[in-house]
């Protein structure tokens, strides 16, 4: 009897951890993603050029907007 008990406190050990480390992995990631986003405005700049069209600030910004707006 005594060896179920151990294997329950285990198993409840592993799930306590595992979703514990899930929401700290989580959270680390937000923060390093907001440190320094994936794309910036340069590189939707260089994007628009190569898709042959000629950026403007407004543009820039909106694309940006909507970037963030996503990842949040």
């Known amino acids: 009897m005594e060896i179920f008990i151990d294997i329950l ?3 409840g ?3 306590v951890g ?3 480390g899930f929401f700290l992995a989580r ?3 937000k923060k ?3 440190k320094n ?3 910036n405005e340069e590189m939707i700049k260089t994007l628009m050029r190569g898709m042959g069209r000629t950026p ?3 543009q820039v910004n909106q694309l940006m907007k909507q970037m963030n707006k996503y990842n949040e």
Do not use: H, R, W
Request: glycine residues 4%; aromatic residues 4%; proline residues 10%.
């Open 13 to 15: 050990g592993l799930v």
């Open 32 to 34: 390093e993603l907001k």
């Open 18 to 20: 595992l979703i514990l």
């Open 27 to 29: 959270k680390l990631m």
């Open 37 to 39: 986003p994936p794309i």
């Open 9 to 11: 406190y285990v198993l």
């Open 56 to 58: 403007n600030q407004k």
